[in-house]
């Protein structure tokens, strides 16, 4: 090579099969629990979620994939360099198992109750469900514009610490109870999760460590199944049915706008989340070597997640946190093209939904389990020490939205009791009701009261006050804080019954601690400087 001569792009080496496993691995994992929580948490028919949801899903994932390992070739063409690694795209775990659990699924339970037919309710589900993708990939096409603006207004507290409120809540704990739920199975795959990914020990040959635990934990689980060993009923090998379906782009979103308005709160903080997540992990991988534009990354997962909505899909796109993992692995541009090409052709050609089914849930959950601890531990790491309580504060509203929806399906609670329990008079007012409340809007609620108490914490009193009007006006209206089992907003006149209390208390609470924030902003103890905790 002469003096002037740019090195060679080496787009594919053999770190890219390292790198093709963990991000296929993590596609996979995604797309196994929004089947699962659908099928078998709501009894959704799986033939939509495999022939109807999954190709458009997996197609975001396959568009998004293809122009990340382009842009990596421009860059490497661009800088010179021979060691670009290209930017992971997959499904964003927090959203995708949040809009199962939050939206689709109470949005199909709903329609039934109101008595439609279970393929009619199925049906508008999705249409309801493309609908929110649609809403969520215009905010997120917005929002690449604004990203570094929110990211600068709202305290890291607030946006990292509903994130990892999501990850303990929804991320960690419904995995959980899928890991133990065939013990000796989900906890060797647990054990080598943390063993490889957690303690960082690599296993002999440099294994990768996600495959080893999908290997070892899908052979333990039909060596013990047949013997009764597994835990709960085995149900032997999955058929051999492909499920075909092409995402095809379609109109059909058109009809699930109109009730997909109410879901507007969720759908909009999980948009606006992913895009200050690809502002950070584009400045990783600046720091890591590969200086990409933030505006094209922000771009092009907006534009996926609009391309996946409108092919059918239900889950959105987004850059993974952890480029730099992969460049360290010594992977290029070629396990994204492999990720891309195997998620998307899987979904179409549904061999996905085959190997879906094939590997039990217990043994792909620890993967979102490490997900979890990651998130969870950036959200305390990556603030100020004396912001760790804001953090934690914006834990409770998703691990309260997580205890309404365990106990607002028919199985735990029919419909009437719940109702029922929601109503009961008492010196104060019904707990369901305080529990279903405070879970509704669960990300909005999170990231402002992460905020609040951030800005309390560094005694900007009056900022802080701010934002508790912001809670006061939105718990008002139900955008959070609603008073109905589905999350609704309203007008607050119109409600009756004890609902009617919820958005009057809520609201007057907090204009009343805004209002003492503001008072003692003027004190002279409340100048001095920031301390955290008071032990």
Not at 224 to 243: E, N, Q, V, W
Not at 470 to 499: E, N, R
Request: proline share 7%; net charge positive; glycine share 12%.
């Amino acid at each position: 090579m002469t003096k002037n001569e740019t090195p060679r792009y080496r787009w594919f080496v053999s770190g890219d099969i390292n790198g093709f496993f963990g991000l296929m691995f993590d596609n996979l994992t995604v797309l196994s629990f929004l089947a699962g929580i659908l099928i078998f948490v709501f009894k959704y028919p799986a033939d939509i979620v495999y022939t109807r949801m999954l190709p458009g899903t997996a197609f975001g994932v396959l568009f998004g994939d293809l122009v990340y390992t382009w842009m990596a070739f421009r860059l490497a063409k661009k800088s010179g360099k021979s060691d670009v690694t290209a930017m992971p795209l997959g499904l964003d775990t927090p959203s995708t198992i949040g809009i199962a659990l939050v939206v689709l699924g109470p949005a199909f339970i709903g329609l039934k109750n109101e008595g439609l037919s279970e393929r009619d309710a199925a049906m508008m589900t999705w249409y309801i469900g493309m609908a929110t993708m649609i809403f969520m990939g215009v905010v997120k096409l917005i929002f690449s514009f604004l990203g570094r603006w929110v990211q600068k207004i709202v305290p890291q507290a607030g946006l990292l610490g509903s994130l990892a409120g999501i990850g303990l809540g929804l991320i960690g704990v419904t995995p959980l109870i899928d890991i133990f739920g065939m013990p000796v199975v989900g906890l060797i795959a647990l054990g080598l999760i943390f063993y490889t990914l957690v303690a960082g020990i690599p296993l002999p040959g440099k294994f990768p460590g996600v495959l080893a635990s999908v290997l070892i934990g899908t052979a333990v689980y039909y060596l013990l199944g047949p013997l009764g060993l597994a835990g709960g009923t085995y149900a032997g090998l999955p058929p051999l049915d492909f499920h075909l379906g092409l995402p095809l782009p379609t109109f059909d979103f058109l009809k699930g706008l109109a009730p997909a308005v109410k879901y507007l709160p969720l759908a909009i903080p999980f948009g606006i989340l992913t895009v200050v997540g690809g502002i950070n992990v584009t400045e990783s991988a600046r720091v890591a070597g590969d200086d990409y534009n933030t505006r094209s990354i922000l771009l092009t997962e907006a534009v996926a997640t609009l391309v996946a909505g409108l092919c059918g899909g239900v889950a959105q796109s987004t850059p993974y946190i952890g480029q730099p993992a992969y460049k360290n692995m010594g992977s290029r541009a070629g396990y994204t093209l492999l990720t891309g090409i195997f998620v998307g052709l899987g979904g179409m050609l549904g061999y996905v939904s085959f190997i879906i089914e094939l590997i039990p849930r217990a043994v792909l959950a620890p993967i979102l389990v490490f997900v979890a601890f990651d998130i969870i531990a950036q959200a305390f790491q990556a603030v100020p020490k004396r912001h760790a309580p804001a953090v934690a504060f914006a834990f409770f509203p998703t691990v309260l939205r997580l205890l309404a929806i365990k106990m607002g399906t028919p199985e735990p609670i029919p419909a009437e009791k719940f109702h029922e329990l929601m109503n009961t008079p008492g010196k104060a007012l019904p707990e369901l009701q305080v529990i279903t409340a405070l879970g509704n809007g669960f990300i909005v609620t999170a990231m402002l009261w992460g905020a609040f108490l951030a800005e309390l914490i560094d005694r900007r009193l009056k900022i802080s006050a701010l934002y508790l009007l912001i809670l006061a006006l939105f718990s008002y209206f139900g955008i959070i804080h609603s008073a109905m089992p589905d999350g609704s907003m309203y007008l607050p006149w119109q409600l009756s019954g004890t609902a009617q209390q919820v958005p009057y208390q809520f609201a007057l609470a907090y204009l009343c601690l805004a209002a003492i924030f503001f008072g003692l902003s003027w004190t002279k103890e409340s100048k001095g400087p920031a301390t955290g905790m008071a032990h």
